[in-house]
């Protein structure tokens, strides 16, 4: 106790604790899907940061793929289909 | 003089006591109310409306690209990506770091496109000096942890010097931020191309599912 107020007092701007720290990484623990289901107790923080790091790389990817499909499908709207008529009714 | 010496110290140590109880019940309060907006925040990314709003913002932002887009395939699908970026900086209000780095990155970029060599050279250059740590903690120091960190630090945007508890909650939220991106451009893309393209596949799973079932099974 006496020791995390005289390190309180060092640093004055940011105090951290393991506390605050654990509660953080099982919050996102609870956000990968992946991880959810396991206790939080067996789950090394490194194991949750590193499947964190490769979830938002997966999601970046997914959204890479999306705008890709999505551009190729704004481009090729110069048909008289159904699509072209919803497309022009959305964006125009 | 002696008694009024003598009990002068016992007043000021029960002063300072009452005055560090004051400022633990407000650090306590405030710290409160920050992590009850933080849980407001996650939720809200999961909601029907915010969804919503998103895709409208998105769909204005998608009809200046259609005006000035060109017809090269990477620069298209880059210029979609950088709109849906920013229409979901915009719909997180500002309340996030990584929102606003998404927006703020977008003007340094117009105003220093000639002067775009000379900035990677100096962060090359950056990236060689050792990186201190400036964390006082007491188990959490491994370095695995640590080196995790920062990595994840660069994957969200804007939270590359960020201390270690910074980091972790704009991740939290940037996470489900994406979530909602991802739902809500599938399910345009599944509205522009018609009935056929989502026969079967994704139309009622969540972007976890997909993304699950493209990984491979991790031991």
């Known amino acids: 106790m006496s020791s995390r107020r005289s390190r309180s007092r060092q640093s004055g701007v940011s105090r951290i604790s393991d506390e605050q720290i654990a509660d953080l990484v099982s919050k996102l623990q609870q956000l990968i899907p992946e991880m959810r289901n396991r206790s939080s107790d067996k789950v090394s923080a490194s194991k949750v940061l590193q499947e964190t790091c490769n979830y938002i790389r997966n999601l970046h990817r997914e959204v890479d793929d999306l705008s890709d499909r999505l551009s190729a499908l704004l481009a090729s709207t110069d048909t008289d289909s159904d699509q072209a008529a919803i497309i022009r009714s959305l964006l125009m | 003089m002696a008694s009024s010496v003598i009990s002068n110290p016992v007043t000021n140590s029960d002063r300072s006591r009452e005055s560090s109880k004051r400022k633990k019940k407000k650090k306590n309060q405030i710290q409160s109310q920050v992590r009850d907006q933080q849980n407001q925040n996650h939720t809200k ?7 919503q709003l998103y895709s409208s913002k998105l769909l204005q932002a998608l009809r200046q690209v ?82 995790k960190v920062r990595v994840l630090g660069r994957l969200v945007p804007g939270c590359r010097k960020l201390p270690l508890p910074d980091i972790l909650e704009e991740a939290t939220d940037y996470i489900a931020a994406l979530e909602m991106q ?8 599944e509205l522009l191309s018609g009935a056929g393209a989502g026969a079967g596949t994704t139309s009622s799973n969540s972007p976890a599912d997909t993304l699950r079932s493209s990984r491979p099974p991790t031991s």
């Open chain 2, 45 to 51: 990314w999961k909601s029907q409306v915010q969804q």
């Open chain 2, 66 to 147: 259609r005006l000035g887009s060109s017809n090269e395939t990477p620069r298209r699908g880059r210029a979609v990506r950088e709109a849906a970026d920013r229409a979901l900086a915009v719909a997180a209000k500002g309340r996030t770091r990584w929102s606003r780095a998404i927006l703020t990155n977008r003007l340094k970029l117009k105003f220093m496109k000639h002067k775009r060599q000379r900035v990677t050279v100096t962060g090359q250059n950056r990236s060689k000096k050792p990186k201190v740590s400036i964390l006082r903690l007491k188990g959490k120091n491994l370095p695995a942890v640590q080196r």
């Open chain 2, 182 to 189: 991802v739902r809500a451009m599938t399910a345009l893309t």
